[in-house]
Nanobody, 124 residues
């Protein structure tokens, strides 16, 4: 299956923006549902956004709706998360996840492939 590597994390002030990118290796990327999750130390991994194979269907966690946008570029084997109007509570390690299915689950256990994560810190 594909391997995933996240990039683009960093430190921003509240109200700022970051764009995360997940780069995938493997020729079957276009058949994968992709998602972003985030996790604070000691807490559960929480759903952020998901996107189907074509990019025509997206889902967002309630806390990020209207602020975050998930997109994918199958020609480049990438999925991105544009994060705007960032808040301190968005601080977390952000993980890219994928699974070869036609649904877009919000449960972490549904995803078979995970990146190593990238730290996003939003200062107040």
């Amino acid at each position: 299956q594909v391997q995933l590597v996240e990039s683009g994390g960093g430190v921003v002030q509240a109200g700022g923006s970051l764009r995360l990118t997940c780069a995938a290796s493997g020729r079957t990327f276009s058949s994968y549902t992709m998602a972003w999750f985030r996790q604070v130390s000691g807490k559960e991994r929480v759903f952020v956004a998901a996107i189907n194979w074509s990019g025509s269907t997206t889902y967002y966690g309630e806390s990020v709706k209207g602020r975050f946008t998930i997109t994918r570029d199958n020609a480049k084997n990438t999925v991105s998360l544009q994060m705007n109007s960032l808040k301190p509570e968005d601080t977390a390690v952000y993980y890219c996840a994928g699974d070869r299915q036609r649904r877009q689950p919000i449960a972490a256990y549904e995803y078979s492939t995970w990146g190593q994560g990238t730290q996003v810190t939003v200062s107040s």
